[in-house]
């Protein structure tokens, strides 16, 4: 360990110790150090010295004066789910802001205060008891607050609602020199406030998220699992949903999916159907229903609160759910049928939808072995095409992404629009791409399609983040996840071959172009900072001059937008109170 870092971490110890355990520090091998570095995936974590829960903005500002003074390195964790290497986690000293967990709603202006460590399963069951709700990201898997507004945040709502970042009223956020300030849309720090919405944590450390809050009918969902041989009729049904467009207030996500996790392959495509419930439409998924269905078992995880859910048909009609078995499965039942008239759907409050999202990433379902075709069919490597319900999960129970799993990544290019090619070559792609699984670790592959409706930019605000009206887009999101550190290699490589092949197949078709801005939550490393803030890149540079002059921000990871060259005709940087920051020196090679 090196002086600096030694002295650094002596510093921040005496911060701890004044602050009557407020904050914390924690030493190898604890188990709050464990909870401190570990993240979403294995690949993500990263061995730290020490690991720090600051419990004040104050306490942050005595510490972000020490790194600024002792230029060592640091990660910001809030939920860990970067599955980037490095972009929270770090070697040095890791920060992690669970003690900023509060959650309240201002009836005034209607608008939720949502503390930086706060994950959007907290922040929903909280929203909800007021009968409102927030354009946030994804519940089940542990998502963090922080990281996904600040890297810009689609949601299932952003066809709209706008990106997470364009709900954003107010940020509290000590700066790299100590600064504890408060930036909104106008005053002093209106250029902070753009610059922190998509910019990641290139500006200093965010402690409070003020956010919009919306009155909105709960939604009508519905999660489509088919198996590849009705593909062609499943990829006419979502490039037919695309075309008609027919409300922004349906949303359609869709993925190919690959498994190696039970001792042998297992494909399926899954459809989410999400639309809004306050619209009186005619069913915009119609074509899916008329595919063919049967049923899967699924785990029972309903709880005292929420008595047994109905299933809906287009005819008036419902069922209840069905038996729990000594398992701990329940029937689901669903409409058998070939007509477009009557679909199975459930109505969900939007926790409960985000989970059906998640489940796209997780897993694949149970096969209900008590039926005979299923179980002959899944000996023989097939997989059924089904139509999954969930009711709504306990409170209390174990949350993936908590602990480590395997290793993984995120990647993905930016579409426009999809067409029907397009949407061939991706399913192409991820059978390519899943060949070679048992052979490299491989445990899942999954290729994702989530069409951005022609509107979802209508009311895009200035930001980091390129997001204009008349100009949609959306990332078309590559997730693989595999076992051992000896097969990194293969699959970053593999995924961005696949990438690099859908990129060309998406430009000769016109579905992209290379100006459209990266998604940095779901970017690999190798993509340039500039291709993620392309035209705003010039004007960031200059602002993370002007608040971070001694380039404290750097030690810490996430794409890093650099300092400019010269820091001539950028303004004056802001005063510190403590004379040892601005004062001293810069050892910043700028360029």
């Keep these: 360990m090196s002086s600096s870092l030694t002295r650094a971490i002596n510093d921040i110890k005496a911060i701890c110790e004044k602050s009557e355990r407020r904050s914390r520090i924690f030493a190898y091998g604890s188990s709050g150090y464990k909870d401190s570095v570990r993240h979403f995936l294995e690949s993500s974590s990263e061995v730290a010295q020490v690991a720090v829960c600051p419990g004040t903005a104050e306490d942050v500002s005595q510490i972000m004066k020490v790194l600024a003074r002792r230029r060592v390195p640091f990660g910001i964790k809030g939920g860990g789910h970067a599955t980037n290497p490095k972009f929270s986690s770090t070697t040095g000293i890791q920060l992690y802001m669970s003690f900023f967990d509060k959650v309240k709603y201002r009836s005034r202006d209607k608008t939720l205060s949502v503390g930086s460590g706060c994950l959007w399963d907290q922040v929903y069951r909280e929203i909800l008891t007021q009968k409102r709700y927030v354009i946030g990201g994804s519940a089940r898997e542990g998502v963090g607050v922080a990281g996904w507004l600040l890297g810009g945040g689609y949601s299932l709502y952003s066809n709209q609602y706008g990106l997470g970042i364009d709900n954003i009223v107010e940020f509290e956020v000590v700066l790299p020199n100590g600064d504890i300030v408060r930036a909104k849309s106008t005053g002093r720090y209106s250029d902070l406030f753009e610059a922190l919405k998509g910019g990641g944590n290139n500006f200093g450390i965010v402690t409070e998220f003020v956010l919009k809050t919306y009155r909105i009918q709960p939604p009508s969902s519905r999660l489509l ?44 495509i899954t459809v989410l159907c999400v639309r809004d419930g306050s619209e009186n439409i005619l069913d915009p998924f119609r074509e899916f229903e008329s595919i063919p269905q049967q049923s899967r078992r699924e785990p029972n995880r309903q709880n005292a609160r929420n008595a047994p859910r109905l299933l809906k048909n287009a005819t008036g009609g419902s069922r209840s759910g069905g038996s729990e078995d000594a398992n701990g499965f329940s029937d689901v039942f669903v409409f058998n049928t070939d007509s477009e008239d009557v679909v199975n759907e459930l109505e969900l409050d939007f926790f409960e939808t985000d989970e059906l999202f998640d489940s796209i990433y997780g897993p694949p379902p149970p096969i209900d072995q008590e039926d005979t075709d299923t179980a002959a069919a899944t000996a023989s490597g097939v997989v059924l095409d089904c139509a999954r319900t969930l009711t709504e999960p306990a409170p209390k129970v174990g949350m993936s992404g908590v602990g480590e799993i395997a290793r993984g990544r995120f990647g993905c290019i930016m579409v426009s629009k999809y067409n029907r090619n397009l949407i061939n070559a991706i399913d192409k792609q991820a059978k390519e791409s899943a060949t070679n699984m048992k052979e490299n670790g491989g445990k899942r592959v999954v290729f994702e399609i989530w069409p951005a409706h022609s509107k979802i930019f209508d009311n895009s605000t200035p930001s980091a983040y390129p997001h204009k009206k008349g100009s949609p887009f959306g990332p078309m999101v590559v997730y693989c996840v595999w076992e051992g550190a000896n097969n990194d290699h293969y699959w970053v490589n593999e995924m961005q071959r ?18 459209l801005p990266f998604y940095s939550n779901t970017s690999l490393d190798s993509t340039k900072v500039s291709e993620i803030y392309r035209e705003n890149y010039g004007n960031l540079r200059r602002v993370r001059l002007k608040y971070d002059p001694q380039d404290v921000m750097k030690h810490a990871g996430g794409f890093r937008i650099r300092l400019p060259r010269t820091r001539q005709s950028f303004g004056v940087a802001p005063k510190s109170s403590n004379p040892n920051v601005n004062g001293e020196r810069s050892y910043v090679q700028y360029g």
């Design 225 to 268: 699992n088919f198996c590849n041989a009705k593909s062609e009729k499943v990829k006419s049904a979502i490039a037919n949903f695309i075309n008609a467009e027919e409300t922004q207030k349906a949303v359609l996500v869709a993925a190919f999916r690959y498994y190696n996790e039970i001792g042998k392959d297992q494909s399926l």
């Design 498 to 515: 696949a990438l690099r092949n859908l990129y060309q197949i998406a430009l000769t078709e016109g579905c992209t172009n290379d100006k």
